[in-house]
Nanobody, 124 residues
Framework: VQLQASGGGLVQAGASLRLSCVGS????????VAWFRQAPGSEREFVAA????????LYADSVKGRFTISRDIAASTVFLQMNSVNPADTAVYYC??????????????????WGQGTQVTVSS
């Protein structure tokens, strides 16, 4: 199972960015998926998660109302739409999937499939 994240880059504060995560051999309708991020010198933190049935979607308080997680089953792709970004959003963003649970979870230890990360840098 491979997850390939892309879409990061350097943007100005207030801009929008859409991250993509393509799953090879992994059917996202069967796995809860999530985005995490890690800033330099900080621990990996939860951003957003979606249950495999999309009945449950979780967001970190810091991104609620600005970020949206979604998926395209036919394209085997999960997205993270990031709006109104600010310098505090600067981090490497990772997509993840779990084969352990059917529901969304904010605990990185619950995820056993990880993408390689894509860098997002927001300038002020």
């Amino acid at each position: 199972v491979q997850l390939q994240a892309s879409g990061g880059g350097l943007v100005q504060a207030g801009a929008s960015l859409r991250l993509s995560c393509v799953g090879s051999t992994l059917k996202f309708e069967s796995y809860p998926v999530a985005w995490f991020r890690q800033a330099p010198g900080s621990e990996r933190e939860f951003v957003a998660a979606m249950a495999r049935s999309v009945s449950s979607i979780l967001y970190a308080d810091s991104v609620k109302g600005r970020f949206t997680i979604s998926r395209d089953i036919a394209a085997s792709t999960v997205f993270l739409q990031m709006n109104s970004v600010n310098p505090a959003d600067t981090a490497v963003y990772y997509c993840a999937a779990t084969g352990y649970y059917p529901y969304a979870t904010s605990n990185s230890a619950d995820y056993n499939y990880w993408g390689q990360g894509t860098q997002v840098t927001v300038s002020s």
